[in-house]
């Protein structure tokens, strides 16, 4: 069904909304408390009105009293699934309450004036038509691009962030500009004066900021030329900022961009990317649960391979989903041109044709050649690997999944797959000689077992709310109190695949995932966002969330050997990058509650809506 895009929201001038916020009131705060942030702590809210304030005060100064919008954006919290989403595969998310805020004041001509709080972070005033035929002049009769198709895929894949210096912040800014005028090449997009205020969503640490980020600068791109713009669909352009962020270099998927556009306060997102347009089921979140967001310290940043680590994990999906599809082609080419299927024929043609054993025997798939009618028409991605998409039961899919070698060298695939190293650097990023080669089976595994849990957590939120409803059971009863210890031994099943499948954890993450567990009132835990650093989620139960930060204060932030390890990962590293992160460290350890707090689920993306508070 379609859903238009509609921005609700009418420009201010800032000092206009700096006075409705100074004077507060008790309807402003229930806006704030029960459509924002699900907060309805009296100080908490404070702190929320003085960072609008002090948003608008900076942006009055660049631009003047001029009409604006203050808008805000949160962090993206994987509470429960990681990756799913670009493997057509389907995803659990939600918002958490820290956010990034801005102020834009739409102009008339084609520059984006940019500034931000933060001081790393420097101010710029860039050209819209500059900057995107600076990304079209890449080469493309270069030998590197080897004959691809002229798109926005390709050319993000061959030419990321082209003429821009790679993790600048304004690559996240000007990437949905840059999307929108290859998607409407004739459209002479208008740009805007944009200041990014002081932020609560976690820095590089695993919550998606960036991706909050490239939301705003869509929605300041949208009130710039909201007269000049197709009327999409919200699905459209969840897909379109997805494809936008691929500018900066990291090639992944639109579900982070979808919840932090589409989330509702106090509810989880299930992000339907199996679907053919993405669509988005709300569930209802478990009472009497908090979740922790707590801080690694270790910062999921490309010194420390956090992009590389990202792209070669996107490189097993894709090859491994690659590898899948040639599998299940040859042995449906076998099956119609009537080979023998006696004991061992699968196992044989695999052997003949691509020298993989599978791992176990495949019974199910050499006895029952009906699954392969079903595999042939329903396999999409590695999303696909679960019982109600692919229509196979749950063991022949573990054994479709063992019909992949457990780790493919670069020379062998490139050999399969007619490409050259070249090509698989383009397509799959070449991993360094220690990684062992593509880790396809294991990676195939990891998205199979995602999926079913997925489907086990959205079955326990519905249940449970369900049995709620209709007084079947209170909230503070044994057998809703068995809702909540599943969910968290679901959590637990899921770091220990993000760990040993996709091998996307590290020592940090696990040191303080085994001292939260003996924390009080833990329920589970796992990594959240990409990995290789940044945060992870402890679901809690509630009132001890308080007593369990305190406990994170004193047995990990309060122990320096905790980040021996990392300190001498930074050590062994060289430039500005190294002394960037050794300055984050000692200042994130001088002050131990910005690190670790609970969190509520706030709303998604959104206008302020201050105009409603002004007074006659």
């Not at 700096?18 to 100080?43: C, K, M, V």
């Amino acid at each position: 069904m379609s859903e238009p895009f509609v921005l609700r929201g009418v420009p201010m001038p800032p000092l206009e909304m700096r006075t409705i916020l100074e004077q507060g009131g008790r309807a402003l705060d229930d806006y704030l408390a029960e459509e924002i942030y699900a907060n309805r702590d009296p100080d908490y809210l404070e702190r929320q009105r003085e960072r609008y304030i002090a948003t608008l005060r900076l942006h009055a100064e660049r631009v003047g009293d001029r009409p604006t919008y203050l808008l805000r954006a949160p962090g993206r919290l994987n509470a429960f699934l990681e990756y799913l989403d670009m493997c057509a595969g389907d995803h659990m998310s939600t918002t958490i309450d820290g956010d990034i805020l801005l102020a834009v004041s739409p102009r008339t001509d084609g520059l984006l004036g940019c500034a931000n709080s933060h001081p790393l972070f420097q101010s710029a005033e860039l050209s819209i038509a500059d900057e995107v035929a600076t990304f079209r002049s890449a080469p493309w009769e270069d030998k590197s691009v080897g004959g691809l198709p002229d798109n926005w895929d390709s050319r993000t894949r061959v030419y990321p962030y082209f003429g821009r210096k790679q993790g600048d912040w304004l690559n996240y800014v000007l990437c949905p500009f840059l999307r929108a005028a290859w998607e409407l090449p004739d459209l002479r997009l208008r740009g805007a004066d944009m200041t990014f205020g002081p932020s609560t969503a976690p820095f590089r640490a695993g919550t998606s900021s960036s991706s909050a980020v490239v939301v705003l600068s869509f929605l300041a791109l949208c009130l710039a030329n909201r007269d000049q713009l197709p009327q999409w669909d919200v699905r459209e352009v969840c897909r379109l900022l997805g494809e936008a962020e691929w500018y900066v270099g990291t090639h992944g998927g639109a579900n982070d961009h979808t919840t932090i556009l589409r989330s509702l306060p106090n509810s989880v997102l299930y992000n339907r990317h199996s679907r053919p347009m993405l669509d988005s089921t709300p569930l209802p979140c478990l009472r009497g649960v908090r979740v922790v967001l707590a801080n690694s310290l270790w910062e999921a940043n490309k010194a420390l391979g956090a992009n590389y680590n990202f792209n070669l994990r996107k490189g097993w999906m894709d090859l491994g989903d690659d590898l899948l599809t040639l599998v299940i082609r040859t042995a449906a080419d076998y099956l119609v041109a009537g080979g023998p299927i006696g004991r061992g024929w699968l196992a044989g043609l695999l052997k003949e044709r691509f020298g993989f054993v599978p791992e176990p025997h495949p019974e199910l798939l050499e006895s029952d050649i009906r699954l392969w009618d079903a595999i042939a028409a329903r396999y999409r991605k590695f999303g696909s690997l679960v019982e109600d998409l692919l229509g196979i039961p749950n063991p022949a899919i573990e054994e479709l999944i063992g019909l992949l070698p457990e780790a493919v060298s670069v020379e062998d695939a490139g050999r399969l797959l007619g490409k050259d190293r070249a090509a698989m650097q383009r397509d799959y990023t070449i991993p360094h000689p220690n990684e062992g080669g593509y880790k396809v089976r294991s990676a195939a595994a990891f998205f199979y077992k995602e999926n079913r849990i997925g489907r086990t957590s959205e079955r326990i939120f519905l249940e449970a709310d369900r049995r709620l409803r209709s007084g079947e059971i209170a909230d503070d009863s044994p057998a809703y109190d068995d809702y909540r210890v599943q969910v968290g031994r679901l959590l637990e099943r899921l770091q220990d695949t993000l760990r040993d499948d996709f091998q996307v954890s590290n020592e940090q993450l696990e040191l303080l995932l085994e001292i939260a567990q003996r924390g009080p009132g833990y329920l589970g835990g796992k990594l959240t966002g990409a990995g290789s650093g940044g945060c992870v989620s402890i679901m809690v139960r509630e009132d001890l969330e308080g007593e369990f930060c305190r406990y994170l204060d004193r047995e990990y932030y309060g122990k320096a050997e905790n980040f021996d390890r990392y300190r001498s990962a930074l050590d062994a590293l060289q430039g500005s990058a190294a002394r960037e992160m050794k300055l984050n460290l000692e200042r994130a350890l001088e002050d131990f509650p910005e690190q670790r707090r609970a969190v509520t689920f706030s709303r998604g993306a959104c206008i302020l809506e201050l105009n409603r508070f002004a007074r006659e």
